[in-house]
């Protein structure tokens, strides 16, 4: 199972809402991403998890919050966001957090903010 | 700073035509892989390259990690139009995060 899965696939919420993004994954890969990418631009880094503890926090806003309950799954909890955070949000993991560590891809959740 | 840059950053070609995407950096990597990726999906992972000189090929398309690990290059014979998406090169250096290039929107028209 080389699969990585994401719901929702699509996401429209107001800027008072409350929302959650999941990703789930079951290869037994210990590090798992968040990327944002917004249309004809590659993936930017949002968060890293390594071993279920946040490693890398990519200078993002309060209102996207991630939480990693398990090694198989990761959130990101929506709060209070902006138009201009709609975007693709992608979720990925690789085997272990080093360097060269292939990555792979869900499929994404379209996340539209009105 | 961009730190991989991948060129062109579009190309339109008829089906059957060959092109290559160049990805260059001044870095060096300890790997480079190169994903595709389709409207609306997730990119998925097409070959990871980690010797520098490697070459591997993948049925129509083959991949080269240059001898000093800063560039690569994918070369596609044949395109068909399910070749169409963005093709994104991504270099591994240092704790488990991954530099993109820009990406190369690949158009294969019938």
Request: a neutral charge.
């Given at each position: ?114 | ?104 929107m690949l158009l294969v028209s019938p």
């Amino acid at each position: 199972d080389t699969e990585v899965t994401q719901t929702p696939k699509h996401l429209v919420m107001g800027m008072t809402n409350k929302k959650s993004l999941k990703c789930e994954q079951h290869m037994g890969h210990r590090a798992m991403y968040w990327y944002k990418q917004k249309a004809k631009k590659p993936p930017e880094l949002m968060f890293v998890y390594s071993y279920e503890k946040l490693s890398i926090n990519e200078s993002v806003p309060s209102r996207f919050s991630p939480e990693c309950p398990n090694s198989s799954l990761l959130n990101l909890h929506l709060h209070a966001l902006q138009p201009e955070d709609s975007a693709l949000y992608l979720c990925a993991s690789s085997q272990h957090p080093t360097s060269g560590n292939e990555q792979f891809f869900g499929p994404g959740t379209r996340l539209t903010v009105l | 700073t961009q730190l991989l840059e991948q060129s062109p950053q579009f190309l339109s070609i008829q089906e059957g035509e060959n092109l290559t995407v160049y990805c260059n950096s001044s870095s060096v990597f300890s790997s480079l892989q190169w994903y595709r990726q389709e409207p609306g999906e997730g990119p998925v992972l097409l070959v990871t390259v980690v010797t520098g000189g490697e070459v591997k090929k993948l049925k129509r398309l083959t991949f080269q990690f240059g001898d000093a690990r800063k560039d690569s290059s994918l070369h596609i014979t044949a395109a068909q139009t399910g070749d169409t998406g963005l093709y994104l090169c991504a270099g591994a250096k240092g704790y488990s995060t991954l530099t993109f290039g820009k990406g190369t929107m690949l158009l294969v028209s019938p």
